[in-house]
Nanobody, 115 residues
């Protein structure tokens, strides 16, 4: 079965950096695009970034120039490098895949940006 396990979140000061990881299993990782979403307290979950099987990347406007999504097919893992963080980036971050007409989410990893 499809499993997604995020890690790497934590508390960071404004202007700081973090790298999130999402380890995937249960499907042929290299042929699927994967995405990161986030959900801040009291807000709806929002899309952050996607990386295709061919490594094409797309980002929400607020992430452009600050976040970098990447993948390592040998490790069945995607990453989200977060830089120049602000308190507005505080959220639970989730990885996502749509596989065989089903949506799969990880459990999330919390990112808190605060001084």
């Amino acid at each position: 079965q499809v499993q997604l396990v995020e890690s790497g979140g934590g508390l960071v000061q404004p202007g700081g950096s973090l790298t999130l990881s999402c380890a995937a299993s249960g499907f042929i990782f290299s042929v699927y695009g994967m995405s990161w979403y986030r959900q801040a307290p009291g807000k709806e979950r929002e899309w952050v970034a996607t990386i295709s099987s061919g490594r094409t990347t797309t980002y929400v406007d607020s992430a452009k120039g600050r976040f970098t999504i990447s993948r390592d097919n040998a490790k069945n893992t995607i990453y989200l490098q977060l830089e120049s963080l602000t308190p507005e980036d505080t959220a639970m971050y989730y990885c996502y895949i749509r596989h065989r007409e089903h949506d799969y989410w990880g459990q999330g990893t919390q990112v808190t940006v605060s001084s």
